[in-house]
């Protein structure tokens, strides 16, 4: 069921959420049709969406990603196609402000001069002066050697995205509608859940940052609380911006967490392939392994095929 209030092309759009029109649209539904409250149900089925926000998904947005406008279509037609299955529907938020670790205004070169967005910096331009940071320039160093000793990424400047109190911050309005009326016709109130606030480390993951200490104090910990909320769930959608970043890390997270608890778990844990897209590689000839994104992304959902969770699409049946 697809309320008439929505149109596909409204996912390009910004616009104040209609509240009372989606409300009062999605009580009628619920006594139309009889729709039981999420808490009756028997089987408990998450939709866990994240990072669905203005300044990934609207083209207009400085770190919007390719491909993010279908997938959210996609994502919301698959919400209200299984309205009266999904229990509950959860969605994190990256949230930040303008001097942050990865933001441009944190780093200068010798001129004092910001990087330009997508720079990478490495633990090796830091220690040689290449670029200096103009607050904790010791926790910085320290970050990008840890960051590189993870594996997973090198330091990379993005343009400035989901600030705190701006625009890019929400979540997309048809998707916002779409949420709210899930919550009138199934009793269920949305979950939120903030990340990327500490200024000194990235947070892709919203389950833990990429960096949990700095300088001998803790910058960030695993987020336990949310963990354990989704994992009382008999079945976790997983939906989103980037596939490649956001999305992979959380996924990594759920794994290494679920694994070590019951690996049988992670059967519980369904990726929505085509509700999520990488972020692009940067034009650097050649390209780093590291920064092929798409690649890497793609090779992560085989990684968390082969662990045990399910690859799906949104066509397929729940």
């Known amino acids: 069921m697809t309320p008439t209030f929505y149109k596909p092309e409204q996912v390009k759009q910004l616009y104040i959420e209609r509240a009372a029109l989606v409300a009062d649209a999605a009580k009628r539904y619920r006594e139309q049709a009889n729709v039981a409250p999420s808490v009756q149900d028997k089987f408990r089925i ?16 400085s770190l919007y990603v390719p491909g993010a406008v279908l997938d959210t279509e996609r994502t919301i037609a ?84 989901t600030l705190l109190g701006g625009l890019s911050h929400a979540l997309v309005p048809a998707l916002m509608e779409a949420a709210m009326f899930h919550a009138i016709a199934r009793q269920h109130q949305t979950h939120f859940e903030t990340k990327g606030t500490h200024s000194l480390t990235e947070n892709y993951s919203v389950m833990s940052p990429e960096v949990r200490d700095l300088g001998g104090k803790t910058v960030g910990t695993f987020n336990t609380p949310f963990f354990k909320m989704l994992m009382e769930y008999d079945r976790v959608y997983v939906f989103g911006q980037a596939k490649s970043h956001c999305v992979l890390s959380t996924l990594r997270d759920l794994q290494r967490e679920v694994e ?29 392994a590291a920064l092929n994104f798409p690649a890497l992304a793609d090779e992560a959902l085989r990684e968390f095929a082969r662990a045990g969770m399910r690859v799906v699409r ?5």
């Open 46 to 61: 998450a939709a866990f969406g994240i990072d669905c926000q203005v300044g990934f998904i609207n083209p207009e947005a």
């Open 314 to 318: 949104t066509t397929d049946n729940l």
């Open 260 to 288: 070590a608890i019951d690996p049988s778990l992670l059967q519980k844990i369904w990726i929505l392939e085509d509700a999520m897209s990488p972020v692009p590689a940067p034009p650097l000839d050649p390209l780093p």
């Open 78 to 161: 698959w919400i209200y196609k299984n309205l009266g299955k999904i229990t509950g529907l959860f969605f994190s938020l990256d949230t930040h402000r303008m001097f942050q670790i990865f933001h441009p205004a944190w780093w200068i070169d010798s001129d004092g001069n910001h990087p330009p967005p997508f720079t990478p910096i490495t633990y090796d331009d830091v220690r040689a002066g290449t670029w200096t940071a103009v607050s904790h320039p010791h926790e910085a160093l320290e970050y990008t050697k840890k960051l590189e000793a993870n594996g997973k990424y090198v330091l990379t400047i993005w343009p400035y995205h």
